[in-house]
């Protein structure tokens, strides 16, 4: 399995909609976890951290699921500002310090 | 008042050339950190430095060569370009040593394409 995984997509959806993406990872010593988002030509933007079982920050909902070593973001109420893509981020290595992002899942919002 | 910036953002260049790429953040973070990020937009760390110090070299030929002359600077130099190093390079800051567990603030890109 590689370190960290994602759907890249595209996930297309309309206004409204709720949407899933996970990111699988393989390093199981992994203590914390992260999604960017990152728009066309701009640098990633940290959106949501999770340090035990989940997060929720109003639209935007993270759960850890360590037994099975994915974690998942959850987007309700799409809006069209939300097409980006979305990376996972989650520590590897022996010491579990390097940052390894995941290829990203690409979100497309239409009208 | 920008947090993490870098120079150039983009650059142009010869296959063969020597170029550097400088960061700056004004966070007051310990560490920074170099990644490339290639045209399928994946994202992989280069390199990281902690309080001028280097705590992560990640598998990067040895023409890239990174420097810290503080801890609130990180700069990269690649010599002798090749026409794989064209990438968009992002630097990033974060408060603590074990940087992976805390949020990254990243510059705006350099975008470095070699002709």
């Known amino acids: 399995r590689k370190e960290v995984e994602q759907d890249p997509g595209p996930f297309n959806v309309p206004e409204g909609a709720t949407v899933a993406f996970n990111c699988t990872y393989s390093?199981?010593?992994?203590?914390?976890f992260f999604w960017y988002r990152q728009d066309c030509r701009k640098e990633p933007k940290l959106l949501m951290s999770?340090?035990?079982s989940g997060n929720e920050d109003g639209r935007f909902t993270a759960q850890l699921n360590r037994a099975s070593q994915y974690i998942s973001l959850l987007i309700r109420d799409s809006k069209l500002s939300d097409s980006a893509t979305y990376l996972c981020?989650?520590?590897?290595?022996?010491?579990?310090?390097?940052?390894?992002f995941g290829r990203g899942t690409s979100l497309i919002v239409h009208p | 008042d920008t947090a993490v910036s870098q120079t150039p953002k983009y650059l142009v260049t010869q296959m063969g050339n020597d170029k550097s790429i400088k960061c700056e953040q004004n966070l007051g973070h310990d560490t920074m950190y170099w990644y490339k990020q290639d045209s399928k937009k994946f994202l992989k760390i280069m390199f990281s430095y902690n309080n001028k110090e280097l705590i992560i070299n990640e598998t990067v030929p040895n023409r890239f060569s990174p420097k810290s002359p503080d801890k609130a600077h990180l700069n990269l130099h690649i010599n002798s370009l090749e026409l794989g190093d064209s990438a968009v390079y992002f630097c990033?800051?974060?408060?603590?040593?074990?940087?992976?567990?805390?949020?990254?603030?990243f510059g705006p890109g350099t975008r470095l394409l070699v002709l």
């Open positions: 990033a800051s974060s408060p603590f040593e074990r940087g992976a567990g805390e949020t990254q603030y």
């Open positions: 981020v989650v520590p590897t290595g022996g010491g579990s310090y390097i940052p390894t």
């Open positions: 999770v340090y035990s």
């Open positions: 390093n199981s010593a992994s203590q914390s």
